[in-house]
């Protein structure tokens, strides 16, 4: 059994975070290949290592001392390591780094050292051994990562051993490192687990997996215990702050279920994601999986007599939505009448222009423009068994005098998704969670 654990910057803050991170990895002995993110706040008022080391670099670009910043990076480091009673020989590093920052380091080398000592620390303690991830972690010219020769080296470097990898960062065909996008440790560890062919990604954070619901609109929202890949991708789509979206694609392509904990309760089972959970029929039983939505919608609906008879208006309409750049983020028809849904903010510039092209081309009835909708989903892999969901959906609405501008649901059946005016955003959501969930 090997499992690959991710721990992000909260979970690195100080020497006690260290220590409960230690814990955690000893207490199974699968637990052979640990990834790390750069230190993260120890309160509120905190700051992450990875800002100050972007700060450091907008420093010495605009020419401006960062002495001071550099001194509490390098500070933070050395008070974790001496707390710990760890003997890693970080002052020559911190003095090679602040040589090389003075000469002209690149912006993504600079911030990849916050991971980079965070490993090293983290070797140190936990006794494993540290693979650097500019030494296996690939990325083809275009940025892309280059999985082949990346899972090979990892293969080659991980073999037998029990190591700490560095997130964050990797090395492009010159030599020189790249980072991936804020939050990108999700990203290696995904990398690695798949890598590794390992039977899970523990993904250890702050919180014990994911709600039901946005906990600022839904107070104590219910964790969600099991949640498959193609759910995850629904709620994460419409607005769930979840993972580092880079990370789903490595593990669920190699079938690794991925379990979100938290650091600071370790004996929650936080939340699994697997591709699905058919073989475990005690995994959960409601039909709704979590609620989630997004605001600031504007809907096009282009009416014209006979037009379900004409072929080719769809595509049509399709065209001029790509020739101004939208993407489409729902159709919802009728007989003779079409609506597209698109983002508020992007279609703004050009409605003006995009309806003069509609009306010229298709020379509808009417187009009707409705702003400031919102869409809000409810997902669940079991509604599909169940009938009465969406009645029990617009009743619920309704009782509570929330106008359903449009409705529309997956081919899947996966989800239900309503279109309600944005004012009504926040109580939709409350209105379908205590319908379903309390
Ligand atoms: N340290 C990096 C960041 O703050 C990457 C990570 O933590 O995932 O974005």
């Given amino acids: 059994m090997r499992k690959v654990l991710k721990f992000g910057g909260s979970s690195m803050a100080d020497a006690t975070q260290f220590a409960k991170v230690k814990s955690i990895v000893q207490s199974d002995p699968g637990r052979t290949c640990v990834v790390v993110s750069a230190a993260g706040k120890r309160n509120k008022d905190d700051h992450k290592i990875t800002d100050l080391l972007y700060l450091c670099h907008a420093h010495v670009k605009y020419g401006v001392s960062c002495e001071g910043i550099f001194g509490m990076i390098r500070d933070r480091y050395i008070t974790i390591r001496d707390e710990l009673g760890l003997a890693t020989p970080l002052e020559p590093a911190f003095d090679a780094l602040w040589d090389k920052l003075n000469g002209g380091i690149s912006q993504d080398e600079l911030v990849s050292r916050g991971e980079y000592f965070a490993a090293r620390l983290m070797a140190d303690y936990l006794g494993y051994d540290f693979v650097d991830s500019a030494l296996w972690l690939h990325f083809h010219l275009d940025g892309t990562v280059d999985t082949e020769q990346s899972y090979a080296a990892l293969q080659r470097y991980a073999e037998g051993r029990k190591v700490v990898i560095p997130g964050f960062y990797g090395v492009m065909p010159d030599g020189s490192i790249k980072t991936f996008t804020r939050g990108g440790s999700d990203i290696t560890g995904a990398l690695a687990a798949a890598a590794l062919d390992a039977d899970v990604y523990e993904n250890w954070t702050d919180v014990s997996g994911f709600l039901m619901a946005d906990p600022k609109i839904v107070p104590n929202p219910e964790p969600i215990e099991h949640i498959t890949y193609a759910e995850l991708r629904e709620l994460s789509y419409i607005g769930a702050q979840v993972l580092h979206e880079g990370t ?96 508020a903010d992007r279609v703004s510039p050009c409605l003006y222009a995009l309806l003069g092209d509609l009306q010229k081309e298709l020379k509808p009835d009417n187009i009707h423009v409705t702003e400031n909708m919102a869409v809000v989903a409810a997902v669940g892999r079991k509604m599909v068994f169940k009938p009465g969901i969406s009645g029990k959906i617009f009743a619920a609405l309704g009782e509570n005098h929330i106008n359903i501008r449009m409705i529309t649901q997956g081919p899947e059946e996966l989800n239900i998704i309503v279109g309600v005016d944005n004012k009504d955003f926040e109580n939709a959501i409350r209105v379908l969670y205590n319908s379903f969930v309390k």
């Fill in 248 to 343: 789903i694609f490595p593990v669920r392509e190699k079938n690794i279920p991925l379990n979100i904990r938290n650091t600071n309760q370790p004996d929650h089972p936080g939340t699994m994601i697997r591709e699905s959970f058919e073989d475990m029929p005690e995994a959960g039983d409601r039909f709704i999986t979590g609620i989630a939505g997004r605001r600031n919608f504007t809907v096009i609906t282009i009416t014209k007599n006979g037009m379900s008879n004409e072929v080719g208006t769809l595509r049509r309409i399709l065209e001029l939505m790509e020739k101004y750049n939208q993407n489409v983020e729902y159709i919802p028809s009728g007989i003779d009448c079409v609506s597209v849904v698109v983002a």
